[in-house]
Nanobody, 123 residues
Framework: RVQLVESGGSSVQAGGSLRLSCATS????????MGWFRQAPGKEREGVAT????????YYADSVKGRFTISRDNAKNTVYLQMNNLKPEDTAMYYC????????????????WGQGTQVTVSS
């Protein structure tokens, strides 16, 4: 079983930056992509960014393009989400997820999920 632990969530003012981290257990065999999702109260979970783990390739939601950057450090088994120029609408619980196959934007394609880290952006 792959375990994911997120960290880095906090409260910031609009325009600020945060870096989220997702530490994974050493045994990531079969995991081909990892992504960040977010869910605000009363809203559906939405994909924010995804990165391939064994090849080049990233995905970003239109709402975060140019502001967020996903990256990975395979030596540390960690995936990051650098978030710049944060907006109040970025406020949500952010989840890290790992998957093997399927459409990157589909939450159902991700088999493993972390517990989430809260990001709150005030205006």
């Amino acid at each position: 079983r792959v375990q994911l632990v997120e960290s880095g969530g906090s409260s910031v003012q609009a325009g600020g930056s945060l870096r989220l981290s997702c530490a994974t257990s050493a045994n990531t065999y079969g995991i081909n992509f990892m992504g960040w999702f977010r869910q605000a109260p009363g809203k559906e979970r939405e994909g924010v960014a995804t990165i391939a783990t064994r090849a080049l390739g990233t995905y970003y939601a239109d709402s975060v393009k140019g502001r967020f950057t996903i990256s990975r450090d395979n030596a540390k088994n960690t995936v990051y989400l650098q978030m710049n120029n944060l907006k109040p609408e970025d406020t949500a619980m952010y989840y890290c997820a790992a998957g093997s196959a399927g459409r990157w934007t589909d939450p159902g394609a991700y088999r493993y999920w972390g517990q989430g880290t809260q990001v709150t952006v005030s205006s």
